[in-house]
C-alpha cells in the first residue's frame, strides 16, 4: 500500500524553493556566469532525474486514482497543464529508466543530461531486444558521457543495425541487396520540353545526392531567397549537371570564378586592380577568403595585358588535407557553430596564404561559408590565435575573445560482437550503476 508522507516532501520541496529564491534574487549583471551556467546544466538534469524518479513512483503506485484520473500522463496534463505529448513521454521514460540502471546512475550524477536519456530510450524502445540492451547499455551510456544526444542516436542506430543483422529480424541481412535491387531513375520530357523526374535510391546512394545537393543548396541560397525549397533544389540539382558537364572533354577543368588581382593589391601594400573575369570588382580580403581553398595561378602581364608568363596553378588545400582537417574539426571551429564538413571551408587559420602561410593541416581550420563565419573572419576583421590541432581563440575586430574551441571529440567506438563477449560485457553491466527505486 502506498504511504505518502506529506510532511517530508513538501520540507524537500520548500528548501528547493528557497534555493531557487535565492538563485533569482542574486545579481547577475557584469557578473561572470561561466561557471554557474554550467553548474546549473549539471543541476538541471539531477533536478530532472529526481522528477522522474517521482513520477515512476506516482505511476506504479496508481496515486493518480485518487484524482478521477485514468492515468500517470493523464493526470499531468489535468494538474500539471503538461502538454499531453510531454505528459506521456515523462511517464515512458519513468518507466524504460527504472530497468536502465547504467544510464540512471550517470543520470542522478548530472553526468548526462535529460536529452541524453531520452535517445537512450529510444534506442531501447527501438532495438526490442531488452536482454542485449542490458549487455551494451555500458558502452551506450560511455558515448554518452562524452558526446552529444546526437552521438548517441546515431552510436544507437549502429548497434541496432549489428543486432539486427546478428539476429537477421526482418531479413535484415538482405534488405541493402533488396533496396539495390529496387533503384531506379525514370526522366522524360513534355511535348513543350518540361522535364519529370522520379526515382527511388538505397540508402549509400541517398547519402551521396542528399550531401551534393545540400552542398549546392546552401552555396546558392541568399537571405530572402524569394524561390521555394523546391525549386531551391530544382536549381541546384541543375548545378550539380552543368558542373559535371564543365569538367567534360574540353581539355582542362573550366574555372568556377575567375579573379584577377594585382600581386601588390592582394598582399595589403597597394590599392590596385582586384575584380571578377567579368570586370565587378571585389574586395582583396575577399579574394583572401577565396584564396583559402583555391587553385591559384599567376599570370604575368604587361601594360596593355598581353600575357608574358603563366606560373603553374596550385591548389592551396587539397583535397586530401581537407578530409583531413574535416575529420580533426568535425565541421566549424567558430565558437558555438555546429555546421558539419559538408557545410565548411579550409582556412589559413594562423598565417594566411598570401602572407606565406603553410598550406598544411597545422595551419587549416574547418570554417563554414552556410553562416559566414569564413567570411567573417576575412571581410569582418575577426582574428584567430592559438593552434588548430588543440585550442584555438577567436577575437572580434576590437580584440575583445569570443570563445575558444578544440578538435571536435569523437564518440567511443561501440563493440559490435554480439557472440562470445556477451557473458563478459554482461558480467560488466552487472557490476555498474544502481537502481531508481
Known amino acids: 500500500m502506498f504511504v505518502y508522507d506529506e510532511g517530508m516532501t513538501s520540507d524537500l520541496v520548500g528548501k528547493l524553493r528557497d534555493a531557487v529564491d535565492e538563485l533569482a534574487a542574486a545579481k547577475i549583471v557584469g557578473c561572470s556566469q561561466r561557471e554557474d551556467v554550467a553548474a546549473l546544466w549539471c543541476e538541471l538534469a539531477r533536478l530532472d532525474a529526481q522528477f522522474t524518479r517521482r513520477v515512476g513512483e506516482f505511476d506504479r503506485a496508481v496515486e493518480w486514482a485518487a484524482d478521477g484520473a485514468r492515468s500517470a500522463s493523464g493526470w499531468l496534463v489535468a494538474k500539471c497543464r503538461a502538454a499531453s505529448g510531454e505528459a506521456h513521454h515523462r511517464v515512458k521514460v519513468a518507466r524504460q529508466i527504472a530497468a536502465m540502471p547504467v544510464a540512471w546512475a550517470a543520470w542522478e550524477a548530472g553526468a548526462i543530461s535529460s536529452r541524453h536519456v531520452d535517445a537512450l530510450t529510444r534506442v531501447r524502445h527501438a532495438a526490442d531486444a531488452d536482454e542485449y540492451f542490458a549487455v551494451f547499455e555500458p558502452a551506450l551510456v560511455q558515448v554518452a558521457r562524452e558526446g552529444r544526444p546526437e552521438d548517441v542516436a546515431s552510436s544507437g542506430q549502429q548497434w541496432r543495425d549489428a543486432l539486427d543483422s546478428h539476429l537477421d529480424r526482418d531479413g535484415a541481412n538482405g534488405r541493402d541487396a533488396k533496396a539495390r535491387e529496387r533503384r531506379g531513375l525514370d526522366f522524360s520530357k513534355s511535348l513543350d520540353g518540361v522535364g519529370f523526374l522520379k526515382g527511388t535510391l538505397d540508402v549509400e546512394d541517398t547519402d551521396i545526392v542528399d550531401t551534393a545537393l545540400r552542398r549546392v543548396y546552401d552555396q546558392q541560397h541568399v537571405e530572402g531567397d524569394p524561390r521555394s525549397p523546391r525549386q531551391q533544389r530544382a536549381d541546384a540539382l541543375v548545378e550539380l549537371c552543368r558542373q559535371s558537364l564543365d569538367r567534360q572533354g574540353r581539355g582542362a577543368n573550366r574555372p568556377h570564378v575567375i579573379v584577377t588581382v594585382d600581386a601588390e593589391t592582394l598582399a595589403g601594400e597597394a590599392v590596385g586592380r582586384c575584380e571578377t573575369l567579368s570586370g565587378y570588382r571585389i574586395s582583396p580580403e575577399t579574394v583572401r ?42 565541421g566549424c571551429r567558430f565558437p558555438g557553430c555546429d555546421q558539419g564538413p559538408e557545410r565548411c571551408e579550409a582556412h589559413h587559420a594562423m598565417v594566411h596564404w598570401e602572407d606565406g602561410g603553410l598550406t598544411d593541416v597545422a595551419n587549416g581550420l574547418g570554417v563554414c561559408r552556410g ?13 584567430i590565435e592559438g593552434d588548430p590541432n588543440g585550442e584555438v581563440a577567436f577575437f572580434d575586430p576590437d580584440g575583445n575573445p569570443q570563445g575558444s574551441t578544440r578538435p571536435r571529440k569523437q564518440p567511443p567506438p561501440l563493440p559490435t560482437r ?3 563477449e556477451i557473458a563478459c560485457i554482461r558480467a560488466r553491466a552487472g557490476a555498474l550503476g544502481s537502481s531508481p527505486r
Open 371 to 383: 553562416r559566414g563565419h569564413h567570411r567573417l573572419i576575412h571581410e569582418g576583421g575577426w582574428t
Open 418 to 420: 554480439l557472440g562470445s
Open 289 to 330: 577568403r577565396l584564396a583559402c581553398d583555391a587553385i591559384m595561378q599567376r599570370i604575368v602581364v604587361n601594360a596593355a595585358g598581353v600575357s608574358l608568363e603563366m606560373g603553374r596553378a596550385e591548389r592551396t588545400f587539397t583535397p586530401d588535407q581537407y578530409r583531413a582537417i574535416m575529420v580533426r574539426d568535425g
